[in-house]
Structures are given as structure tokens and as C-alpha cells.
């Protein structure tokens, strides 16, 4: 039996963060916020890592190969530039197309995360587990612990039944004094803090690749040149031809990294954690 993979999605510009976060150091030796996962992963069971990232910035995640080397085996996929398909943009096409271009990488079941947000070790091990056991599966996170003070950020509503995803809306999402607004481009609502919201951790199975196929043929018909793909647009055409996504809750608390100021809370919240002893100094010479 195949082994669980982790697909790390680091292909992203960081316009809002104002730099490339996936390599942006987050304690005083010099690790990556993806280092974290990686180490919970491998704890969970994880042997392999495939990290979708752009071709021409390989070399800036040279010094976290260097620290992994022989911890876990490590593997690139590089998302494929606008340029290929005709778009004159620089910024990528989106998380559906990074998962797609993942496809050749993966050897079984994986667990999918993106490279800048921390996820917390509990949840990690929880999606491992359902990948283990044959499940796909979304670990949620409630919308209150993931909307800043201040700003807007784009998160994806779950939409669910029995346990079961039936959709994931992607809103953009704000605070107005207590409250939490929530737009889909369509209409503005106020949501409890409480309902859970994807940050892209799943549990996923080889049919994923299908839909994620199927949609970005679809895109490339019908798109403008500032659209994206989205994983989201996945998700939804593979619940629509009968798969299944489990539920589950993150045990843990998430901390992401979408605007520059919330790198010191990052930073801060690890150090914690070291402290405590949830976590080593120096991460891969502990696995």
C-alpha cells in the first residue's frame, strides 16, 4: 500500500504580504511557517513531500531541501506559467491549477496544504488519519479564528450535511465592530463566528485529479485574463459527480500569514509553542 503524500502549495506571489512568504523565516534559525507542517506530517506517518512551486524559484528553497535531506523524501512540481496557455500576466492561475499540476508528483492518497499558514499538529495528524483510511476529508477551522482585526481576506464558507461537504463558497470576509461580514459578490450577511471555513487542508484521493482536469479545461475556454482556477471550482465538480467529503473540526488553532503585519503574531505564537515544548528548536534533525 502507498504511503500518505503532502502536497504543499507554495506557488503564490505574496502581492499582499509584499514579498515571497513561502521561503519568509519564522524563528531565529532561519525555518519556513511549511517546516511546521512538515514536521507534524512526518510525525503522523508522512514520508514524502511534493511542493508545487514556481520552476524559476526553486533555488530560494534550497536551504530547506539542505535541512530535510534524509528526514523526508522531498519532490517539486512546477506550476505552469500564464504564459503556456496565453495569458500575459505573471501572477499563477490559481490553487485549482497548482493542485493540477501536482498530478504527475503524487503516488497515492495526500494530504493538501498551502505553504503559508500553520495548521496545527493535531489537525494534521487528523487528515493524515482519514487519508490512511481511505476518506477524503476537509479539516474545517471556525470563521471567527480566522478573520483579522482589521482587513479583508478571502475565506471559503463550508457548506455541509450529516458530516458530509456539500460546497465550498468563497467570500470575501471582514469585521464590523463585534460581527464577521461575509460578501460572495452577490450579497452581504452577517455569520456567526462559529461556522467552520476551508484553508485549503485536506484529505484527498487520486479521483481529485479528474476534476481538477476537467475544470481547468473549462477555465482556459471561458476566462478573462485576471481569472483564476480555484480549488474551490474542484471541489464542487467533484461533489457533483458523486464523491464524498467528510467534515471534520481542526483541534488546533490556525495562523496564516496574508498582509506583512502578521508575520510578528506568526513568529510570536511559535515561539510559544517552542517554549512549551510542543515543538524542538531546530525541526528536522528531531524527526
Known amino acids: 500500500m502507498l504511503g500518505v503524500d503532502l502536497v504543499i502549495l ?60 534524509g528526514k523526508v523524501k522531498m519532490e517539486f512540481a512546477y506550476q505552469i506559467p500564464p504564459a503556456a496557455y496565453g495569458f500575459e500576466r505573471e501572477t499563477p492561475l490559481g490553487t485549482g491549477h497548482a493542485l493540477l499540476c501536482a498530478a504527475g508528483a503524487v503516488k497515492g492518497s495526500f494530504v493538501l496544504v498551502n505553504a503559508d499558514d500553520y495548521y496545527g499538529k493535531g489537525a494534521i495528524a487528523l487528515a493524515v488519519a482519514h487519508a490512511k483510511r481511505g476518506e477524503n476529508a476537509l479539516i474545517g477551522y471556525p470563521l471567527g479564528s480566522t478573520v483579522p482585526p482589521v482587513g479583508r481576506v478571502s475565506r471559503g464558507i463550508v457548506l455541509q450535511e450529516d458530516g458530509y461537504l456539500k460546497g465550498v463558497v468563497e467570500c470575501s470576509t471582514y469585521r464590523v465592530g463585534e460581527r464577521i461580514a461575509v460578501e460572495d459578490g452577490k450579497v452581504k450577511r452577517y455569520l456567526p463566528s462559529f461556522v467552520p471555513v476551508s484553508l485549503n487542508l485536506f484529505a484527498l484521493f487520486q479521483g481529485i485529479f479528474a476534476s481538477a482536469g476537467r475544470v481547468f479545461g473549462g477555465f482556459l475556454l471561458e476566462a478573462d485574463e485576471g481569472a483564476e482556477c480555484l480549488l474551490t471550482q474542484v471541489i464542487a465538480d467533484y461533489l457533483s459527480r458523486g464523491g464524498t467529503i467528510k467534515v471534520d473540526s481542526s483541534p488546533d488553532r490556525w495562523m496564516g500569514m496574508t498582509h506583512r503585519r502578521e508575520l510578528e503574531e506568526v513568529k510570536r505564537y511559535l515561539a510559544a509553542l517552542q517554549k512549551s515544548g510542543a515543538y524542538p528548536l531546530r525541526l528536522a534533525e528531531a524527526i
Open 10 to 69: 507554495a506557488a503564490g506571489l505574496g502581492r499582499r504580504f509584499g514579498g515571497d512568504k513561502q521561503v519568509c523565516e519564522v524563528d531565529d534559525r532561519g525555518q519556513l511557517l511549511m517546516e511546521y507542517t512538515l514536521y507534524d506530517a512526518c510525525l503522523a506517518g508522512v514520508e514524502r513531500a511534493v511542493l508545487v512551486i514556481r520552476e524559476q524559484d526553486q533555488s530560494k528553497f534550497a536551504p530547506l531541501c539542505d535541512r530535510w535531506k
